[in-house]
């Protein structure tokens, strides 16, 4: 199996920056693309970046030019780095691996970890 660890959220100020983690364990030979999804009260989730295995990436609309997705392979960690943040940006973000492949067990796919929570507010 795989499981996805978030780490970095917390309370900022308009304007600031965080950076979210994602470590993913297990017996894990790789991991196909990998994103970043938020889901705010009384609202659906929704994707806000993802990164290939290769490293190309995409982004919403709402964060184009202020969140940067990365990832870091021998590590099967991803990264997103949150800069002037808003208000509206207030949400649980989890973490998503679209496909990992496990030794002994073979592909495992949608892989969610537990979310960590961001508010932005003064």
């Known amino acids: 199996q795989v499981q996805l660890v978030e780490s970095g959220g917390g309370l900022v100020q308009p304007g600031g920056s965080l950076r979210l983690s994602c470590a993913a364990s297990?017996?894990?030979?790789?991991?196909?693309?990998m994103g970043w999804f938020r889901q705010a009260p009384g609202k659906q989730r929704e994707v806000v970046a993802a990164?290939?295995?290769?490293?190309?990436?995409n982004y919403a609309d709402s964060v184009k030019g202020r969140f940067t997705i990365s990832r870091d392979n021998a590590k099967n960690t991803v990264y997103l780095q949150m800069n002037s943040l808003k208000p509206e940006d207030t949400a649980v973000y989890y973490c998503?691996?679209?496909?990992?492949?496990?030794?002994?067990?073979?592909?495992?796919?949608?892989?969610w970890g537990q979310g960590t929570q961001v508010t932005v507010s003064s």
């Open positions: 998503n691996a679209d496909r990992a492949l496990i030794d002994g067990l073979g592909y495992v796919y949608d892989t």
């Open positions: 297990g017996n894990i030979f790789s991991i196909d693309a």
């Open positions: 990164i290939t295995s290769g490293g190309s990436t």
